[in-house]
């Protein structure tokens, strides 16, 4: 997607694209969530989930999180836009400019934010501190997360995120740096699908040792994200070192949101903290 829009937000200046992207968002009623998902209940769930999964898939913590988060998410904002269906596109400015926010489409995306820092050789020695990630889609249909969430439909979803994620080795990001090298307006390209898509930001930061930062006053006894930041976002965070688990943080349109607090899987699986 190279499009007009796309090559209009590669050319301005990052400090007016983030100053007009923040106006866009304002105009949306954000709101955020964080969610605690403890050891024992996430192991039980991925157990269930790795039983309708042959013996050679092995799935992770982070498998099962980003599966269950597309599908409630993808589940959310089907609803509210089946509920949005009557309303005046030009009642709100918002919805005039992002109508993605309010008609059906027949897949969702998931990007997922993965670290290159362990896949390739001598960046993880080299204590890279800098932002050194890439955004990977992982594409589903509407009707398969949309149908219900049970262990046995996110099974074939965290399939497809273990897979996804076992795709990136080094040749993979040299082709993904190249892409971008060849043409720097694709670097806008997720941004400005968000835009014309149902999709989802995802971002696991639960390996980075959060608690154990001290930049002078101790080390922190809580790490989260803002409270509200923009639609679709969710990010996965280790919980407190005594507590355990992860702490996953989501914004969503308000009224979205309030269909996900309704999703009983959804609530069974975690505490929600505020």
């Known amino acids: 997607m190279t499009g007009p829009l796309v090559r209009w937000l590669a050319w301005i200046s990052p400090k007016t ?5 923040n106006k866009a968002f304002s105009l949306m009623s954000v709101v955020g969530h964080t969610f605690l998902f403890s050891t024992s209940r996430l192991a039980s769930l991925r ?63 998931t990007q997922v934010v993965i670290d290159t820092r362990p896949r390739l050789k001598g960046l993880s020695a080299a204590k890279y501190t800098g932002n050194s990630v890439l955004t990977r889609c992982l594409v589903n249909s509407m009707e398969s997360l949309t149908s219900g969430i049970t262990e046995q439909s996110l099974a074939p979803i965290a399939k497809g995120v273990r897979q996804l994620v076992n795709g990136v080795d080094s040749q993979y990001i040299g082709e993904y740096v190249d892409t971008l090298h060849k043409d720097l307006l694709r670097f806008m390209c997720p941004a400005t699908y968000a835009f014309t898509k149902t999709t989802m930001l995802l971002s696991n930061q639960s390996r980075l040792p959060s608690y154990k930062a001290d930049f002078g006053n101790g080390i922190p ?9 923009f639609p679709n976002f969710s990010s996965i965070m280790p919980a407190p070192p005594l507590t355990g688990g992860y702490v996953v943080y989501i914004s969503m349109a308000e009224r979205a949101m309030a269909k996900l607090l309704q999703n009983e899987f959804w609530m069974s699986t975690n505490d929600m903290l505020y």
Do not use: C
């Open 47 to 109: 157990a269930s989930v790795q039983g309708y999964l042959s013996s050679d898939v092995h799935l992770s913590d982070n498998d099962i999180l980003t599966a269950l988060l597309s599908m409630v998410i993808a589940q959310s904002q089907a609803e509210y836009k089946r509920d949005s269906a009557s309303a005046s596109y030009l009642s709100s400015l918002a919805s005039y400019l992002f109508p993605s926010m309010y008609e059906p489409d027949s897949s969702f995306v």
């Open 17 to 21: 694209r983030g100053m007009l992207l």
């Open 221 to 229: 006894t809580w790490v989260s994200s803002v409270r509200a930041f």
